[in-house]
């Protein structure tokens, strides 16, 4: 373990990108943080960081050095959660991680409901995109990740929270008074989660044939169901704009440049909005599940745990 003493400097250096960003996170002087990191790199014989470029980036031995730290880390972390599992959660943390919208709109009263039940226990929330969130629960640097993606069995457990549903908002503009009359969804009939039951026919979607479309990048689960609703449609959208959050393109939706594909969890915690007109899909792909995701035979803590009872009762 000598050639991991002082690992907390590298990895400041590491996160930070700078000695001198690093040596003012950890509270010491540039010239003593730089004299700390050239010993570790003595010790181990090569060098860690390539100083030829701004941020600092590592060298092929330093990724390897750092991946040894993060693993180094999560076992730390993972036998630190195990002993607090001993008493009675008074003590402990849990780091929930959701993109925007489920960040901004539906963990923040789970977690007020949870630290009601569990105040001693820290909850930290991080606010990510759904690819660095899956990255961050692989590292075991979050323990608990809720999101609406397709799981992979082998790399991720899950907890169903409920079913999602897709729906089309399209500028008022952009549609015609019949269309609107016979197909449109109102907000409250969403927020009921009466749309099938009230009879309320799927949109057709030829009607969009020309229209523009706002769409979310292409590794969200949002943009794969929307391309495949309107492949099954055969529908080659005019893509006028893609962007990385569902929220905002229902913003831009709203302001009338094209129509957008959003969840009814959005619906649901937006205000009315007189300007845009939502549909139902044709088809199943519009509906998913939102679930809460951990990493796969991972030691599940009690806070955890307690927290998955929790949201287990929201349903």
Request: contains cysteine; aromatic residues 10%.
């Amino acid at each position: 373990m000598e050639m991991f003493q002082g690992m907390g400097y590298v990895y400041a250096v590491y996160q930070e990108g700078s000695v001198s960003k690093a040596a003012k996170q950890l509270c010491i002087s540039q010239p003593s943080l730089s004299a700390n990191i050239k010993r570790i790199e003595d010790r181990i014989g090569y060098p860690l960081f390539d100083r030829s470029t701004k941020p600092l980036t590592l060298t092929e031995c330093g990724e390897t050095y750092i991946h040894a730290v993060e693993q180094m880390m999560e076992t730390e972390r993972e036998f630190v959660n195990y002993v607090n599992d001993w008493g009675i959660l008074k003590t402990g943390s849990l780091i929930l991680g959701g993109s925007s919208l489920f960040a901004s709109w539906v963990l923040p009263g789970l977690i007020g409901k949870f630290s009601g039940q569990y105040p001693g226990i820290r909850v930290e929330l991080v606010e990510e995109s759904t690819l660095t969130l899956l990255d961050l629960l692989q590292k075991g640097r979050i323990d608990i990740v809720m999101d609406n993606c397709q799981p992979v069995p082998s790399v991720l457990e899950r907890q169903i929270y409920r079913e999602e549903t897709l729906f089309l908002a399209a500028p008022k503009k952009m549609c015609s008074p019949e269309l609107i009359a016979r197909y449109a969804v109102s907000r409250e009939t969403v927020i009921q989660g009466t749309a099938e039951r009230n009879e309320i026919l799927p949109v057709p979607l030829q009607y969009f044939k020309n229209k523009p479309f706002i769409m979310l990048k292409l590794e969200n689960d949002t943009r794969k169901r929307s391309m495949e609703i309107l492949q099954e449609n055969q529908i080659e959208p005019q893509i006028v704009l893609e962007l990385d959050q569902q929220l905002t393109s229902y913003h831009v939706a709203c302001s009338g440049l094209g129509a957008a594909f959003i969840s009814d969890t959005l619906i649901c915690a937006v205000s009315e909005q007189p300007d845009v007109v939502y549909f139902r899909l044709p088809g199943k792909k519009s509906s998913r599940k939102i679930s809460f995701y951990w990493k796969a035979g991972r030691y599940k803590t009690r806070a955890m745990e307690e927290f998955l009872k929790t949201v287990g009762k929201e349903k």
